[in-house]
């Protein structure tokens, strides 16, 4: 019996086609018409439907799409987390000739780290699970392409992260740490977008005549300014008046802060031969380790001076009191390392709910706020198990515009949005799972009876953020529904509405209690 299975697992082998490893939706390596596997749903774009569906091709299924395992990688990656965090600054505080507590260095680079390992987690696991599941005979490794590089700081780390040329870049690092099957090198012809921030508009906000003329004033003022003033950056308000308002409040001159680019540091390979951390771990822990390394953004590493040195020039209260921000936390290095510096010489550091999926689900970004802060004022929930939490209500003092007149006739279906390649863990639809949130949109629309349909206005998020292209998507499973393209004020789109269906628990959720729709 035995004689025979074996025999007959050999014949079912030899009948199972080999296939081609895609990793991303840069089709220069998809091969010529060969069976491929994509490695998920972010490889095939919905505007090339007309060259994947003529292809032999199987996707592999999203390896959370087991919600236990979901649970159980969170509890690991905390964990280890945790770990690389405090090996990591103690390597730093060396490397560097400093001594910083791990807060400091929570607050300066442990969003970095958050995003990178769970990234880096998902890229593996679903690895693992491609080598599992199908027979690959090799995949494409593109080299020469524009992004494959180490990011200069968390900012830019954000923007390569959503790019298609990063992630084959990182897919590529991390087959190249596991064996079963061949990387073929290809030079890239520079397709797949590059992506930087300036280009995509990350860079300097423009300032409307009102902000110009605050800074003016801002400048002007500085000589009345105290050490101990509380600084308020990014407090996201939603009016400029609101935050000047917030430090006459304070008994203090108002004033804008200014907090240029972090200075962009190339990296050095000679600078990244050094290993952290015990040597007994698992298979990916080990990797963990080698790749933080790799991509550990410059402003940590070749760019730390640069960035202390720009800290010291900041024209930045001495000794604030306090420290109120609901956004530069995650994303600004400059200020996340002036900040650190403030917080451990006795500063206290006030975070502000900047939106939703915040104390109704859980996320990684708002699991490490809650940490790093010595209170995070909420939009009026509380969280009996984190005292830290202080509910103050809406900051936005939200207002439906005054249409006198018009007689509120439609309906606005307003979909959510989530990354096509994953980038942290939260309690929502991640991946390709989107897809599945997405038709349960379709058949929602599909239930409603024709005159509610006529009414209906599907609000979607910017054509430029949606590497889903729902635009497309709907057009082609509702072309009679009216889609707005979510360029249009929400509020405005609002006010001709008798009813305000939201589809996920976002900011826009959040919001409509609050203007009681």
């Known amino acids: 019996g035995g004689r025979l299975t074996r025999i007959a697992d050999r014949q079912r082998s030899f009948l199972r086609v080999k296939r081609l490893l895609v990793t991303t939706a840069l089709e220069e390596t998809w091969g010529d018409d060969e069976p491929v596997f994509f490695l998920g749903e972010w490889c095939r774009r919905y505007s090339r439907w007309d060259r994947w569906s003529k292809l032999d091709a199987e996707v592999l299924p999203y390896h959370w799409n087991d919600k236990a395992k979901l649970l159980r990688d969170r509890q690991m990656l905390t964990g280890l987390h945790e770990i690389l965090l405090a090996e990591l600054a103690a390597e730093l505080n060396e490397r560097h000739g400093v001594d910083h507590g791990l807060r400091y260095w929570r607050i300066l680079l442990g969003p970095w780290l958050g995003y990178f390992v ?30 494959a590089r180490v990011p200069k700081n968390m900012e830019d ?69 105290r050490a101990t003033d509380v600084l308020a950056v990014n407090a996201c308000f939603g009016s400029l008046r609101d935050e000047l308002r917030l ?28 290993q952290f951390g015990a040597s007994n771990e698992n298979e990916f822990e080990a990797m963990a380790r080698r790749l933080v390394v790799e991509f550990l953004p410059t402003a940590y590493l070749e760019g730390y001076r640069a960035l ?22 995650f994303y600004d290095d400059l200020f996340k390392a002036w900040c650190g510096k403030q917080v451990e010489d006795g500063s206290s550091l006030v975070i502000g709910q900047h939106g939703g999926h915040v104390g109704i689900g859980w996320s990684f970004p708002h699991e490490h ?18 005292p830290k939490v202080e509910p103050v209500g809406m900051f936005k ?7 006198e007149g ?68 709907w057009s082609d499973r509702h072309p009679k529904v009216d889609l707005d393209d979510g360029q249009r004020p929400i509020l405005d789109l609002l006010t001709e509405s008798r009813l305000f269906i939201t589809t996920n628990n976002g900011t826009t959720f959040l919001e409509s209690i609050f203007l009681d729709l």
């Open 118 to 147: 769970q990234t880096l987690f998902d890229r593996w696991a679903t690895v693992q699970a491609a080598l599992n599941f199908s027979d690959l005979s090799r995949t494409v490794s593109l080299f020469g392409l524009e992004d």
């Open 157 to 225: 780390y954000l923007h390569l992260g959503n790019g298609q040329q990063w992630n084959h870049f990182l897919f590529s690092r991390v087959l190249g740490e596991s064996a079963g099957i061949q990387r073929l090198p290809l030079e890239s012809k520079g397709g797949g977008q590059s992506t930087s921030a300036d280009e995509d508009g990350w860079g300097e906000v423009s300032m409307g005549r009102l902000h110009r003329l605050a800074q003016a004033v801002s400048r002007g003022s500085r000589h009345l300014t």
């Open 247 to 274: 430090q006459w409040l304070l008994g203090q001159v108002p004033t804008l802060a200014k907090i240029p680019q972090p200075v962009s540091v190339d990296s050095d390979a000679e600078s990244r031969r050094w």
């Open 308 to 329: 202390c040195d720009q800290v010291d020039g900041l024209r930045l209260p001495k000794r604030p009191s306090a420290i109120f921000t609901s956004a530069s936390q």
């Open 369 to 386: 706020q809650v940490d790093i802060a010595d209170r995070f004022l909420s939009w009026g929930w509380t969280d009996p198990e984190k």
């Open 397 to 403: 003092e939200l207002q439906l515009p005054d249409r």
């Open 406 to 473: 018009v007689e509120p006739s439609r309906a606005v279906l307003a979909m959510g949005h989530e990354l096509a390649l994953f980038q942290y863990l939260s309690s929502a639809a991640l991946s390709s799972q989107f897809l599945n949130y997405l038709e349960e949109q379709y058949e929602f629309v599909d239930a409603l009876s024709p005159v509610v349909r006529d009414a209906l206005t599907v609000r979607l998020v910017r054509n430029d953020i949606d590497e889903w292209e729902q635009i497309l998507r």
